[in-house]
């Protein structure tokens, strides 16, 4: 650590294990890494910990003595704010990635999970994530002010913001057809920041385009690889309202597909439908001429403006969404069936493949697919995940008996 690095206002983190020798151990390398560890050794130390402090980071003993790591997971989540948390455990490798699935769905998105006896290599790995970022903030900033377009313009200049990347699949098979990126940003000072909370502060300022400059450059890394495993591989990438009268974007977008060499209809692009309508000339010029290059453009957030039909009949989009209000719903609604089978029959009329977003369990997987959605994307198949975890979860994914389970499941 340098004399700087002291300065800087050290992140906390929480250790919970119950062999205080093991404690000991983890506390030491997260001080190294510039954190401020407080140990608890026991479930009910860390409960009262969780409930009185918001920690920016977690590592976690699964066996905690008679109770167990389960339930400090949901006692973070219940914090309601995005964390990141290390699991730590003897169980085998299927309890564990268990576990993180299970930390997943509860919205605790960032949980990864290493295995006993603990390597020190890995669990460095595990928390550099922003332990050694540097950070020019004096260490009396205050987090509790609002959040700026400056203090956002600087955290992209210090690479704060990347993109997690939420895996979509064919309903029909369960095959990976592609992902779409979503906006992070893990802030020195007002730690894991939430891109509704962001993006709107970005849009309403100039610091949305540089943003979505980061999406897009990461976003087309990673097409770049997964195409070479699967030729039709598709990721998504949002872009705001003010982008969308931006012709620059254009070029931007053309330049950066050549420098990846990437083909354009790897690309997606995903504009709400209040976005699309906003100025409908200008929204229409860019969009047709990202068409007409091959790049895909989806209507996003679908259901939720009010001139859905004619903003389909008028725009060149090749995919819609369904909004996750009525994809959570639809299943004790009648009335939001009908929404969504209404929309699916409009989007197959203009030739467009319809995704519903927000599946979170198997009952409503297969209820989308007899109502003949194409692609499905939700925490039910996997929370938005960074680079390497998408690698893995990737490789584990296997569509026939995930379609097939699921679909059993939803029967049973
Ligand atoms: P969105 O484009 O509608 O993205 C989908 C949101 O739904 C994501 O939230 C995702 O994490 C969440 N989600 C996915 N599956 C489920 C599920 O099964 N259940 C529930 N409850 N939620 C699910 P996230 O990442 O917090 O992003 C929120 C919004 O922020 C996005 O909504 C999008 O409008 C905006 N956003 C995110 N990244 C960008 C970006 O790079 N550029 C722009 N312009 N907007 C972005
Ligand atoms: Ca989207
Ligand atoms: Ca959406």
Same mark, same amino acid.
């Not at 020190?120 to 260490?139: I, K, N």
């Not at 995704?355 to 979170?360: H, L, M, P, R």
């Given at each position: 650590?340098?004399?700087?690095?002291?300065? !800087?206002? !050290?992140?906390?983190?929480?250790?919970?294990?119950?062999?205080?020798?093991?404690?000991?151990?983890?506390?030491?390398?997260?001080?190294?890494?510039?954190?401020?560890?407080?140990?608890?050794?026991?479930?009910?130390?860390?409960?009262?910990?969780?409930?009185?402090?918001?920690?920016?980071?977690?590592?976690?003993?699964?066996?905690?003595?008679?109770?167990?790591?389960?339930?400090?997971?949901?006692?973070?989540?219940?914090?309601?704010?995005?964390?990141?948390?290390?699991?730590?455990?003897?169980?085998?490798?299927?309890?564990?990635?268990?576990?993180?699935?299970?930390?997943?769905?509860?919205?605790?998105?960032? &949980?990864?999970?290493?295995?006993?006896?603990?390597?020190?290599?890995?669990?460095?790995?595990?928390?550099?994530?922003?332990?050694?970022?540097?950070?020019?903030?004096?260490?009396?900033?205050?987090?509790?002010?609002?959040?700026?377009?400056?203090?956002? !313009?600087?955290?992209?200049?210090?690479?704060?913001?990347?993109?997690?990347?939420?895996?979509?699949?064919?309903?029909?098979?369960?095959?990976?057809?592609?992902?779409?990126?979503?906006?992070?940003?893990?802030?020195?000072?007002?730690?894991?920041?939430?891109?509704?909370?962001?993006?709107?502060?970005?849009?309403?300022?100039?610091?949305?385009?540089?943003?979505?400059?980061?999406?897009?450059?990461?976003?087309?890394?990673?097409?770049?690889?997964?195409? &070479?495993?699967?030729?039709?591989?598709?990721?998504?990438?949002?872009?705001?309202?003010?982008?969308?009268?931006?012709?620059?974007?254009?070029?931007?977008?053309?330049?950066?597909?050549?420098?990846?060499?990437?083909?354009?209809?790897?690309?997606?692009?995903?504009?709400?439908?209040?976005?699309?309508?906003?100025?409908?000339?200008?929204?229409?010029?860019?969009?047709?001429?990202? !068409?007409?290059?091959?790049?895909?453009?989806?209507?996003?957030?679908?259901?939720?403006?009010?001139?859905?039909?004619?903003?389909?009949?008028?725009?060149?989009?090749?995919?819609?969404?369904?909004?996750?209000?009525?994809?959570?719903?639809?299943?004790?609604?009648?009335?939001?069936?009908?929404?969504?089978?209404?929309?699916?029959?409009?989007?197959?009329?203009?030739?467009?493949?319809?995704?519903?977003?927000?599946?979170?369990? &198997?009952?409503?997987?297969?209820?989308?697919?007899?109502?003949?959605?194409?692609?499905?994307?939700?925490?039910?198949?996997?929370?938005?995940?960074?680079?390497?975890?998408?690698?893995?979860?990737?490789?584990?994914?296997?569509?026939?008996?995930?379609?097939?389970?699921?679909?059993?499941?939803?029967?049973?």
């Amino acid at each position: 650590m340098t004399d700087a690095n002291e300065k !800087r206002p !050290r992140r906390q983190i929480l250790v919970v294990d119950d062999d205080p020798v093991q404690g000991a151990v983890i506390s030491g390398v997260c001080r190294r890494l510039g954190y401020q560890p407080v140990f608890a050794d026991s479930y009910q130390a860390a409960a009262d910990l969780i409930a009185a402090h918001s920690f920016d980071c977690y590592t976690l003993d699964l066996s905690l003595g008679d109770r167990d790591g389960i339930e400090l997971l949901r006692l973070i989540a219940s914090s309601g704010v995005a964390r990141r948390v290390i699991v730590i455990s003897g169980c085998d490798e299927r309890i564990l990635s268990a576990t993180v699935r299970m930390a997943h769905a509860t919205g605790i998105v960032d &949980a990864i999970s290493l295995s006993k006896p603990i390597d020190l290599a890995s669990l460095r790995e595990a928390l550099a994530f922003d332990g050694g970022r540097p950070s020019a903030q004096p260490a009396s900033e205050d987090s509790s002010r609002p959040i700026n377009a400056g203090d956002l !313009r600087r955290g992209v200049d210090r690479n704060e913001l990347y993109a997690m990347f939420q895996p979509k699949v064919d309903l029909a098979s369960g095959r990976v057809v592609g992902c779409e990126a979503l906006a992070r940003w893990d802030s020195p000072i007002f730690g894991a920041v939430r891109p509704d909370l962001f993006i709107p502060i970005a849009e309403a300022s100039d610091a949305i385009k540089p943003i979505t400059l980061v999406m897009l450059r990461e976003s087309m890394r990673l097409a770049r690889d997964y195409l &070479a495993v699967d030729p039709a591989f598709v990721v998504a990438v949002n872009l705001s309202a003010t982008l969308l009268t931006d012709v620059g974007i254009l070029d931007q977008i053309e330049l950066m597909l050549d420098e990846t060499g990437l083909p354009a209809r790897a690309l997606m692009i995903e504009v709400t439908e209040s976005t699309a309508m906003s100025d409908v000339g200008r929204a229409m010029d860019v969009l047709l001429r990202l !068409r007409i290059k091959g790049v895909g453009i989806s209507m996003d957030d679908f259901g939720t403006g009010y001139s859905s039909l004619s903003a389909l009949a008028r725009m060149p989009f090749s995919e819609l969404k369904i909004d996750r209000s009525f994809v959570n719903d639809f299943l004790k609604d009648a009335d939001m069936r009908k929404v969504v089978a209404a929309s699916v029959a409009i989007a197959h009329e203009y030739k467009m493949k319809v995704v519903a977003e927000g599946i979170e369990d &198997a009952d409503t997987w297969r209820a989308l697919e007899e109502l003949g959605c194409d692609i499905g994307q939700g925490f039910g198949i996997s929370p938005p995940l960074s680079r390497k975890a998408l690698d893995a979860w990737y490789g584990l994914w296997n569509p026939s008996a995930s379609a097939s389970r699921i679909r059993r499941a939803g029967v049973e």
